[in-house]
Structures are given as structure tokens and as C-alpha cells.
């Protein structure tokens, strides 16, 4: 069965940095776009980076403003958000998502065929 399996995640001072990775298996990794989201407490979850099959299309959310990098590797099955100079309010759970569409990375979470359980990201002030 298809498991996507999030790490990396933790607590890290306002202005800190954090790299997370969610490791894909039983699936075509290469024919899947990837997404990041996060959920908040009292929050609906939202949108924070995807990115294509290949990697050559990336989408962010406005509020990352060029903090956070979102990258994949095929041929470890893996991809990753890199976030920098991380804020109190990037508090949350990170969820990575595979999606089986060809285009553009969706930003939309209904499309994602398949969803990892969650990793704690947590900035102190």
C-alpha cells in the first residue's frame, strides 16, 4: 500500500531553520506531483508549496515570501521543504501529499490522492 512517511520536524526558535522530508513507497514516485500543507490548532489545513513530477514547477503559498524551498529527489522516493527563518506562527503540523496530475502543482488539497500522517513543527518566541 502507498505510505508517505513525514520526519525532520520539531522545536525551533523564531529565525531558525528546519528541513523536513517525506519518504514515498508504494507508489510511481516519478508520476506523481508532491504537496506540502500544514494544519494549525483551531485551523483548517492549508496549502504551503507542491511541486511537479519532475521538479521542474514549484507553487508556494504567498505567506512562504521565499523562506521555504520545496524540492524532491526520484530517485530516493523523497521530497523535502526546506524552511527558513521560521516564525512563531508557521506553528503546525506538516503534512506531505502525492497527486497523480500531470500539470501545474495544484495548490487545492481535494485533488491529493494520498496524505502522510503529519509531522510537529513548532517555533518558540
Known amino acids: 500500500q502507498v505510505q508517505l512517511v513525514e520526519s525532520g520536524g520539531g522545536l525551533v526558535q523564531a529565525g531558525g531553520s528546519l528541513r523536513l522530508s517525506c519518504a514515498a513507497s508504494g507508489l510511481t514516485f516519478s508520476t506523481y506531483a508532491m504537496g506540502w500543507f500544514r494544519q494549525a490548532p483551531g485551523k483548517e489545513r492549508e496549502f504551503v508549496a507542491a511541486i511537479s513530477r519532475s521538479g521542474s514547477l514549484t507553487n508556494y503559498a504567498n505567506f512562504v515570501k521565499g523562506r521555504f524551498t520545496i524540492s524532491r529527489d526520484n530517485a530516493k522516493n523523497t521530497v523535502y521543504l526546506q524552511m527558513n527563518r521560521l516564525e512563531p506562527e508557521d506553528t503546525a503540523v506538516y503534512y506531505c501529499?502525492?497527486?497523480?496530475?500531470?500539470?501545474?502543482?495544484?495548490?487545492?488539497?481535494?485533488?491529493?490522492?494520498?496524505w502522510g500522517q503529519g509531522t510537529q513543527v513548532t517555533v518558540s518566541s
Open positions: 501529499a502525492a497527486d497523480s496530475y500531470w500539470g501545474y502543482p495544484r495548490s487545492s488539497r481535494n485533488p491529493y490522492d494520498y
